[in-house]
């Protein structure tokens, strides 16, 4: 069974308002068996993206574009109604859970709920467009399913929540329909959130979202980017080589219509508890 590893990281921050609300995720491919090797390729006190040069940029271009299997880019505005009703409808929710237990809402607070988004989507984009390129597709059609193995490694950025609960949500919400359509089945192995301190390949998914935001946004605000939006786009320009696939979405999500079950318990359950309020 082909094995791959996956990294996940997010330039952006998931704020209720501002200004240039938007959020990319970068996620990247590479065979597991050659990851021990692409590690060693990274330069000795490397920099996440927010402090580099021209120069190391550059480099982890080149990287990303001889050694990774994908490379995925996609920015989603959240400067939507949308996304101001969610977080309306979240607080009230919060409020209510915070009032019947005792505790925060966790993973259903609205940053930890997009977040989780923005990582399924990263994930979704470099394995689906490593399946194509790697011809797994094709293979499956004329040999029948085939099914790759995959270990996740996101950027440890949910504020402490547990393994267990993202592993749920991980499992519950990943896409597959369209690969499945066509014989290609995704089975994951291993799901770690942890940092580039203990595993430093998440600097190339840091680089390939920071690089991909800074081509969206430089020039559009206060942003402030290492490198100019030409730099950026110019340090991209290796894995253009058919190896990147990038996006844009925006944010078009109704909190209601995700969560609308535990909402109305949580409605029922303070009726009962609190019958004046």
């Known amino acids: 069974m082909e094995h791959q590893m996956l990294l996940i990281d997010i330039a952006g921050r998931f704020h209720r308002d501002g200004a240039n609300l938007s959020v990319t995720t970068g996620g990247v491919a590479i065979a597991a068996d050659r ?24 480099e982890v271009g080149r990287i990303l574009a001889r050694e990774c299997l994908a490379v995925g880019a996609i920015t989603r505005y959240l400067g939507t109604t949308a996304w101001e009703r969610f977080w309306e409808d979240s607080a009230a929710h919060e409020s209510m859970l ?29 394995s689906g467009h490593a399946a194509y390129l790697s011809k797994a597709i094709e293979t499956a059609k004329a ?10 490694i996101f950027d440890d950025e949910l504020g402490g929540e547990s393994r267990e609960s993202f592993m749920e949500l991980w499992n519950g919400a990943r ?27 998440l600097m190339l998914p840091d680089y390939v979202a920071g690089l991909h935001h800074c081509v969206q946004l430089a020039g559009a605000g206060p942003n402030k980017f290492p490198l100019t939006a030409s730099q950026a786009n110019e340090c ?17 999500l109704d909190y209601r219509s995700m969560f609308g079950e535990a909402v109305a318990c949580a409605e029922t359950e303070m009726r009962r508890r609190y019958p004046n309020g």
């Open 98 to 126: 915070n009032r019947l237990q005792g505790g925060k809402a966790g993973l259903l607070k609205p940053a930890n709920i997009a977040r989780i988004l923005a990582f399924i989507e990263g994930a979704a984009v470099a």
């Open 236 to 252: 991209i320009g290796p894995m253009r080589n058919g190896k990147l696939k990038i996006g844009t979405a925006y944010f078009d």
């Open 143 to 152: 040999n029948g399913p085939i099914t790759i193995g995959q270990t996740l």
């Open 35 to 58: 990851a021990d090797y692409v590690r060693s390729l990274l330069p000795t006190g490397l920099p996440k993206w927010g402090q580099c040069t021209f120069a190391q940029a550059k």
């Open 175 to 201: 896409p597959q329909s369209r690969t499945q359509a066509v014989g290609v089945t995704f089975k994951t192995c291993e799901v770690r959130l942890t940092t580039e301190q203990d595993e430093p390949l």
